[in-house]
């Protein structure tokens, strides 16, 4: 697998990372960045989180490869379609507000990543 389609794989794993990982840590409960280091094995353990960090290992070995046949000034730039997925994402499945200048916010990247993948 090459080009866009790895592209594409590595950021849709590291976006559901994100996801899984924002879900895993909602069900543990809220974590100061002081205390985190103190709860860092029962935060790893839980079934969530570790899918989270498996989903973000994926994604890097595949990064690996993305890296090593694409140019980094088109592979780069794709990772921001990793906000698009995650944006929607948190809306579905996690019921988070999206305002209308968020997606403001995100149509501009959108744009921006349209232009860049087109030069």
């Not at 990372?17 to 103190?38: C, D, F, P, T």
């Not at 694409?70 to 592979?75: I, K, P, Q, V």
């Not at 990793?82 to 501009?108: K, M, N, Q």
Request: aromatic share 10%; glycine share 10%.
């Amino acid at each position: 697998m090459k080009g866009i389609p790895l592209i594409l794989l590595a950021v849709f794993l590291g976006a559901i990372g994100q996801i899984v990982l924002k879900r895993g840590m909602q069900l543990y409960g809220e974590v100061s960045a002081a205390g985190v280091w103190g709860q860092l094995i029962p935060i790893l353990t839980t079934p969530q989180v570790a899918i989270g960090f498996l989903c973000y290992g994926l994604s890097s070995a595949l990064w690996i490869a993305v890296v090593s046949n694409t140019d980094l000034s088109l592979a780069y730039p794709m990772i921001s379609a990793g906000y698009v997925i995650v944006f929607v994402a948190s809306w579905l499945f996690l019921g988070e507000h999206i305002s209308p200048l968020r997606l403001t916010g995100l149509l501009i990247i959108v744009a921006g990543v349209v232009i860049i993948s087109r030069s």
